[in-house]
């Protein structure tokens, strides 16, 4: 987990709880962890070979925005003076690197992993040279231009098959940016995924925590569930795993999913009950098309997206397949799918049998899928299908199970003050809500994380792979203002909801 997405709201205000910690207790790890920690280590174990990963590495691996302290900061590998970065999930690097070390060998020219150094020379000669930390940084249209045509070039190249070394200049330092390590196979991915991990937290955690309470909460969330895929292509602007997991999908074998559920069947915590089977999107379990398997992901191609690929492979079968397994396993009560389901995929396919089969075996109650936003032109630029295939989902969703004679919810996700919607946009999202009788509890506001286009957006006010103009919502009043009008019906709400309207040029009474 991200450090400061741990500690800090979207608004950037202290969590009070960090689920990922003893107790539930917030504040039990610094800020910009890797850097403090790669600092200790140092002070301990000056000559050691400090490497390090995981999602708060990935992310900023290179010259990065920093929302927190709304300022570019250059590469976390210069900043924590680690030796080598790993990227992306690191299977694949990891293995490598302790090979190379274990045989007293250098640690350049792994795939998937980074590396620094105060030479020119050392840079690799097919190394494509990214605009530099002092051209990124500069708070100059200039260098905001530079920052949206780093980024490009960084998603241009993200891809194991087509993407190329690149190198990012940093004073008198250089980051070398190594190939995408390539995806793991089924049997690779079973491998890891099967494992023997302990399947709780550390002992020491069943001690109470200073708040009284025991264990690592986030752990109940996961601790029954499977992990069936990695990767996503669908790559909506506002999400990082394209940039961490990559587009790629990459899937578990049936028979490796079936032995760890079954495992999970002799737990002594199990109630019967699986609470996911999924990844970053649940329904992508197949390759978008035979040509990315072969030829690598296409630039400036979406799969999905506003406007779907013409060669989009549609087919919901082997997830099927892969879930009535799993729902007739001995000690199995019930199989639910909680993960992110991309309904604009599943209008896509003409056979209903997914829908159905999701409705009558896989939903508890309620089924929680992100339309977003209403605005078609937001949407767009979040490379997000037009709201008509949500309106369209939902009245699919609601069919089903009427004629299964099911009583299921769908709770649409909305996040306010996403690049390019300003007030009118957030007015035209409430009177959606309004029309549909949906008044979410919870409203998402937009994070700008590192690593992904919508943060690119955020900062620079440039869609990168355009060039034209992005309204964003920075300030924090007109964020406050945004997400009371997707509450509209809160009595808290009445004051914003009226400035909102008016300072958007509506009527005041607009909601009423």
């Known amino acids: 987990m991200d450090s400061l997405v741990a500690h800090y709201t979207a608004n950037k205000k202290r969590r009070s709880q960090d689920a990922y910690s003893h107790g539930g207790e917030a504040g039990c790890r610094p800020d910009r962890a890797i850097i403090t920690y790669c600092a200790k280590i140092r002070e301990a174990w000056k000559d050691v070979s400090i490497i390090i990963g995981g999602i708060e590495a990935s992310l900023r691996r290179y010259a990065h925005y920093d929302y927190w302290s709304d300022t570019v900061r250059r590469s976390v590998l210069l900043d924590s003076k680690a030796d080598i970065l790993v990227y992306g999930m690191g299977e694949k690097p990891i293995l490598e690197i302790a090979q190379r070390l274990a045989a007293g ?7 998937g992993a980074c590396w620094r150094t105060g030479k020119a020379g050392d840079v690799p000669a097919e190394a494509a040279l990214l605009p530099s930390f002092e051209d990124v940084s500069a708070r100059t249209e200039e260098g905001k231009a530079a920052f949206a045509r780093s980024y490009l070039i960084q998603e241009q190249n993200a891809c194991p098959v087509t993407g190329g070394v690149l190198a990012e200049r940093s004073g008198s330092q ?36 200073s708040n009284g309470k025991r264990g690592i909460p986030a752990l109940q969330e996961v601790l029954f569930s499977l992990v069936s895929v990695r990767g996503c292509f669908g790559s909506c602007a506002f999400c990082a795993i394209a940039f961490h997991q990559g587009r790629r999908i990459q899937a578990r074998s049936h028979k490796s999913l079936i032995r760890e559920a079954t495992a999970l069947t002799k737990h002594p915590d199990f109630k019967g009950y699986i609470h996911d089977v999924g990844g970053p999107t649940a329904n992508f379990r197949l390759p978008p098309c035979e040509k990315q398997e072969r030829a690598g992901c296409c630039a400036g191609q979406d799969c999905l997206g506003a406007t779907p690929c013409p060669s989009l492979t549609v087919d919901h079968r082997d997830y099927i397949a892969l879930l009535r397994k799993l729902r007739v396993i001995p000690g199995v009560k019930k199989v639910f799918v909680r993960s992110g389901i991309r309904f604009d995929y599943v209008m896509l396919d003409k ?4 829908l159905r089969e999701l409705c009558e075996y896989h939903v508890s109650g309620q089924l929680k899928v992100a339309p977003e936003q209403v605005s078609d032109r937001v949407l767009a630029l979040m490379r997000k299908s037009s709201h008509t295939v949500y309106d369209a989902f939902a009245a699919a ?3 089903t199970n009427r004629v299964l004679g099911k009583k299921q919810y769908l709770v649409p996700y909305y996040i306010a003050s996403l690049p390019g919607a300003g007030l009118r946009e957030a007015a035209e999202a409430a009177l959606y809500l309004k029309e549909t009788g949906f008044v979410p509890d919870q409203v998402q506001d937009f994070y700008p994380t590192p690593g992904s286009l919508a943060t690119c957006m955020y900062y620079t006010g440039l869609d990168p792979h355009t060039g034209k103009a992005v309204y964003a919502a920075r300030g924090e009043r007109e964020r406050r203002l945004q997400r009371a009008l997707l509450q509209f019906n809160k009595p808290e709400n009445a004051a914003l909801v009226r400035e909102a309207l008016t300072k958007a040029g509506l009527p005041a009474d607009l909601l009423k």
């Open 397 to 399: 969703y609601a069919k």
């Open 351 to 354: 056979d209903p049998a997914f």
């Open 174 to 209: 250089f980051v070398v940016h190594e190939r995408p390590a390539e995806p793991l196979t089924t049997a690779e991915f079973d491998q890891v995924m099967e494992l023997p991990y302990a399947r709780r937290w550390h002992p020491r955690y069943d001690a109470p925590a």
């Open 105 to 111: 060998e250098g640690l350049r020219g792994i795939r």
